[in-house]
């Protein structure tokens, strides 16, 4: 089965920086586009980053964008999220995906906590 375990979320005030891991196994990551979401308190998941298998083009959320910047490494079968100049409004439950045909996989996400 795939497994998707997210790591590096913490508390940090506004201004801060935390680098997000996920940790992918049960499939041939290099294979798969990878995202990374959030979830807001009773709100829905929204997409943040995402990032094609071999690495080569990203995509970011506007609120993101110049501030994360998704990575990956194959050999090690992780994806990260660099988050620079973190803002109270980030703070959420942040999950990685792995974009599959029958529909994505989700990590059990890990919290992002910023103050002002």
């Known amino acids: 089965q795939v497994q998707l375990v997210e790591s590096g979320g913490g508390y940090v005030q506004a201004g801060g920086s935390l680098r997000l891991s996920c940790a992918v196994s049960?499939?041939?990551?290099?294979?798969?586009?990878m995202a990374w979401f959030r979830q807001f308190p009773g709100k829905a998941r929204e997409p943040v980053a995402r990032?094609?298998?071999?690495?080569?083009?990203?995509d970011y959320a506007v609120p993101v964008k110049g501030r994360f910047t998704i990575s990956r490494d194959n050999a090690k079968n992780t994806v990260y999220l660099q988050m620079n100049r973190l803002k109270p409004e980030d703070t959420a439950v942040y999950y990685c995906?792995?974009?599959?045909?029958?529909?994505?996989?989700w990590g059990q996400g890990t919290q992002v906590t910023n103050s002002s």
């Open positions: 995906a792995v974009e599959r045909k029958d529909g994505p996989n």
């Open positions: 049960g499939l041939r990551f290099s294979s798969y586009a």
């Open positions: 990032i094609t298998r071999d690495g080569d083009s990203t």
